[in-house]
């Protein structure tokens, strides 16, 4: 079923639902609640199917009941025709409210983790926490691990105090960068820990120290001075001034080396790039010394950026974190929603796994199927696209918008061809635009420019467009679609985006409703 937005898609979902509890097809009786499966892609979406079958339940057995003259649809009008059939759907109607809290609506996620629960098969989920509950769980282990578990060894405070200062000072934007990052876990590159890092330093300083260069260069610094170019810093526009500032900080490291807070109160030699880039030419060097100091200042430059990039400080503790997380959600058995699914698609291949889902199913109703992907197609269409079964799928290609997701348009493509010929429907009358907004729509997504809009770059074709009906084509009311907004502040003061939000938009929506509501 393709409905584009506006087209009652939902309204028709609720409708197919109470028919499958009430009518009767081929002699085999009507649905009970708990045949009917109904999955969608969101928790909220999942929370208004639910609140809105049960409100159309509710309301069509008043109609029933109270012989209501109210507008009916034609399969309740002729169900009012055979007194039987009414008693009977009044009946499955009344059951299905009393133990609508059985009702089988999920998100994709939610459906996948309770068959690998109930489902005989050779996985065993203790524990059932995933989506918004897995994020949750996340969270609380990232805190934990940053209050109780970080050690001196792998982390200097100093270090951590570099990395707060990336994010602000605040330590939750850290936190929810952690989580963004440690689900799903990425390959991150494996980096000392502060202790390695620490000795490494150690050793090649104490090596430097028995070097001719260290003699020299604690004696009369000034003899390395004359090598260095014009452009050694351009923040400090006199030379000399800086080069004897980095040949201080230079000695300074070399005598402190195991002290990390002295170490990071040199910010001048921290920050020098490297001298062999900033060494002139031709420089008589007969004792070897400036090449000598060089050698280990690379050396030493590559263990510093470990020590002191905000970035590998970030990494190494990633690193940390995410292996804290995954040791934990698998001795817990707590599994992420790509888990989930990849579990569920191998257990397909148990049979008992595949008839206990099938017997449990007789219709099954994917909502918002633009959005699914290769892997969640392959668990329906092998579970559900039987001739024993009802599969409805449920979407519009036009509004595919989880690629980042892996949602892939050409599934549901594919899905639509393999399908049988004739099982296609569309709704084609928009009930939320006006007429003049839908004609609008209508011309400017005609195939003179869907090739343009919705390109299949993998067929070489496009998406067509379907065009839609207005419900009210006499109306010819004029309304803007879009009306734009343009925040000037004054000339004289300097406003933050949340300043404007507060002293401007917020006033402008508050007269705007005001106005629509008149």
Not at 375 to 384: A, G, K, N, P, V
Not at 422 to 429: P, S, V
Request: charge should be neutral.
């Amino acid at each position: 079923l393709q409905a584009s937005a506006g087209t009652g898609k939902t309204f028709a979902l609720e409708h197919l639902f109470i028919r499958l509890l009430i009518e009767s097809e081929n002699e085999n009786k009507s649905l009970d609640l708990e045949e009917i499966l109904v999955v969608t892609f969101t928790n909220a979406s999942t929370k208004e199917l639910k609140f809105r079958i049960k409100q159309k339940i509710q309301h069509t057995l008043c109609l029933l009941e109270d012989h209501s003259e109210e507008s009916l649809p034609s399969y309740l009008q002729e169900l009012l025709t055979n007194e039987e059939a009414k008693v009977r759907g009044i009946q499955n109607l009344k059951r299905a409210l009393f133990t609508f809290n059985q009702a089988q609506i999920f998100t994709l996620h939610s459906f996948c983790q309770q068959a690998l629960q109930e489902a005989p098969s050779s996985f065993s989920f203790s524990s059932p926490v995933m989506d918004e509950l897995y994020r949750e769980k996340l969270q609380a282990l990232v805190k934990d691990f940053l209050c109780f578990s970080l050690k001196k060894e792998d982390f200097h405070k100093s270090q951590m105090s570099l990395l707060l200062k990336r994010f602000k000072g605040n330590t939750q934007r850290l936190q929810k960068q952690l989580i963004e990052d440690t689900s799903p876990p990425i390959p991150l590159e494996l980096y000392p820990s502060f202790q390695e890092s620490m000795s490494s330093l150690k050793s090649i300083t104490e090596t430097f120290r028995q070097n001719t260069a260290y003699l020299a260069l604690k004696e009369n610094p000034l003899t390395f001075s004359k090598c260095f170019k014009g452009n050694f810093s351009k923040k400090n526009q006199n030379l000399k001034e800086s080069v004897n500032k980095y040949l201080k900080d230079a000695l300074l490291f070399l005598e402190n080396d195991e002290d990390f807070e002295q170490l990071s109160s040199l910010p001048f030699f921290l920050s020098s790039h490297h001298p062999d880039k900033l060494l002139k030419k031709h420089v008589e060097d007969p004792s070897d010394l400036l090449r000598k100091y060089a050698v280990f200042h690379q050396e030493a430059s590559k263990i510093l950026e470990v020590l002191f990039s905000p970035e590998i400080i970030y990494m190494r503790l990633l690193n940390q974190v995410s292996k804290s997380c995954s040791q934990y959600i698998q001795k817990q058995q707590i599994f992420s929603p790509d888990q989930i699914l990849n579990y569920a698609k191998t257990a397909l291949k148990e049979e008992g796994f595949v008839s206990y889902l099938q017997n449990k199913y007789r219709a099954i109703c994917i909502d918002e199927f633009q959005d699914t992907d290769p892997t969640q197609w392959e668990i329906f269409s092998t579970l559900f696209n039987t001739n024993s079964h009802l599969l409805y799928l449920v979407g519009d290609p036009k509004q595919s918008i989880y690629g980042f997701r892996q949602a892939d348009l050409y599934t549901f493509l594919k899905a639509n061809k393999k399908l049988k010929n004739g099982a296609e429907a569309f709704l084609n009358t928009n009930y939320r635009s006006s007429a003049l907004l839908t004609s609008g729509l209508n011309s400017l997504f005609c195939d003179n420019f869907t090739h343009n809009l919705f390109k299949l770059p993998l067929k070489g074709s496009h998406i067509p467009y379907l065009p839609v009906n207005s419900h009210d084509s006499s109306s010819n009311e004029i309304l803007n679609p879009i009306e734009t907004w343009v925040f000037s502040p004054p000339e004289d003061q300097s406003l933050s985006f949340n300043e404007i939000e507060k002293q401007m938009l917020l006033p402008q929506l508050s007269k705007e409703l005001i106005r629509l509501a008149d």
